[in-house]
C-alpha cells in the first residue's frame, strides 16, 4: 500500500478515491492566481488533499470552505487550518445551494481523474449558484473539454459545456508534480458559467447533442431522423456532420426542431 507522509502525518493513498497529491506550490500559486479570486469571494475547494492548493488559496481568502471525503485527510485539514469550513463528505452529494448562501461560488481543486465528468456536470447543474471554477483534470479531459470544432477531441463534452459556459484551457501540469505519480500528465481549466441559457429545456438540448454524436462519422440526418422532424429544419445542411457544427449552431439547430410549427414558420 503506498503512503503519503506530510509534517509527520502519513496517511495511506486510496486508489478508489483517485488520489494525487500536487507537491510543486509554483503550480498552486500559478493555479490560484490565475483563478482570479479576491479577499471577499466564496470560496469552495473540491479534495484539499493535504492542503497544497489550501494553503494559497488561504493567503488570499483566511475563511471558506473545502470538501474532503477522505475522513483521515479533513481531520488533517481542521489541524492545520482551524479557521476553514471543512466538510467531510462527497462533493457529487454536496447541497451547493446552501453552501452559496445568497452568493456566487468560486470553485477551485484538483479533482480525481475518476469523476472528472460527473464533478463537471454537477457543477454544470448547479451554474446559476457559481461564478467560476479553476480545476486542474486529467489533460486528455482538459483538451476534450476546451476543443474546437473540427478536431478529433471535439465531442459530446465540448458542445455540453461550452454551450453553457466560457472554458479556457490554463496551462499543463507534468505527472512529475505529484505524489504517487500518476501515469498521464494533467491541465487546469478555468470554467466561467455565461449569465443567460441558449435553450430552455436544457435536459431536451443535452439528449439531442447526445443523438446527434451517435455516430460521428454519420450525418446530422441519418442520427437525428429517427428522434426528430428534420422537415422543419430550414437553414442547417443536415449533411454536416456534427463535429463541425459549434455550440451556438447546435442550440439554433435545437431551437429549429422543437419550435412549434406555427411559430417555425412564422
Given at each position: ?31 490560484v492566481r490565475m483563478s482570479g479570486i479576491g479577499p471577499r469571494d466564496r470560496i ?223
Amino acid at each position: 500500500m503506498t503512503r503519503v507522509e506530510y509534517k509527520q502525518t502519513e496517511i495511506a493513498v486510496k486508489k478508489n478515491l483517485g488520489q494525487n497529491f500536487l507537491t510543486d506550490r509554483n503550480i498552486t500559486r500559478k493555479i490560484v492566481r490565475m483563478s482570479g479570486i479576491g479577499p471577499r469571494d466564496r470560496i469552495l475547494e473540491i479534495g484539499p488533499g493535504f492542503g497544497a492548493l489550501t494553503r494559497e488559496i488561504a493567503e488570499i481568502c483566511p475563511e471558506f470552505t473545502v470538501i474532503e471525503k477522505d475522513a483521515a485527510l479533513a481531520s488533517f485539514i481542521r489541524e492545520e487550518f482551524p479557521v476553514l469550513h471543512v466538510i467531510e463528505g462527497d462533493f457529487l452529494e454536496a447541497d451547493l445551494t446552501s453552501l452559496a448562501q445568497g452568493e456566487k461560488l468560486h470553485v477551485l481543486g484538483n479533482i480525481p481523474y475518476y469523476i472528472t465528468t460527473p464533478i463537471l456536470f454537477r457543477l454544470l447543474d448547479n451554474r446559476h449558484h457559481i461564478a467560476s471554477e479553476t480545476l486542474m483534470m486529467q489533460h486528455e479531459v482538459a483538451e476534450r473539454l476546451t476543443a474546437e470544432p473540427g478536431t478529433k477531441e471535439y465531442g459530446i463534452l465540448a458542445v455540453q459545456l461550452q454551450s453553457f459556459c466560457r472554458v479556457e484551457y490554463l496551462f499543463k501540469v507534468g505527472k512529475k508534480v505529484f505524489r504517487p505519480k500518476p501515469e498521464v500528465d494533467s491541465a487546469v481549466v478555468r470554467i466561467a458559467p455565461r449569465e443567460t441559457s441558449p435553450v430552455i429545456d436544457e435536459e431536451g438540448f443535452r439528449k439531442f447533442i447526445r443523438t446527434a454524436f451517435q455516430q460521428r462519422r454519420k450525418t446530422l440526418s441519418n442520427n437525428l431522423k429517427k428522434t426528430f422532424d428534420l422537415s422543419l429544419v430550414t437553414s442547417f445542411d443536415l449533411q454536416r456532420r456534427a463535429e463541425s457544427l459549434t455550440p451556438e449552431e447546435f442550440s439554433q439547430l435545437y431551437l429549429e426542431l422543437t419550435l412549434p410549427p406555427s411559430n417555425n414558420h412564422a
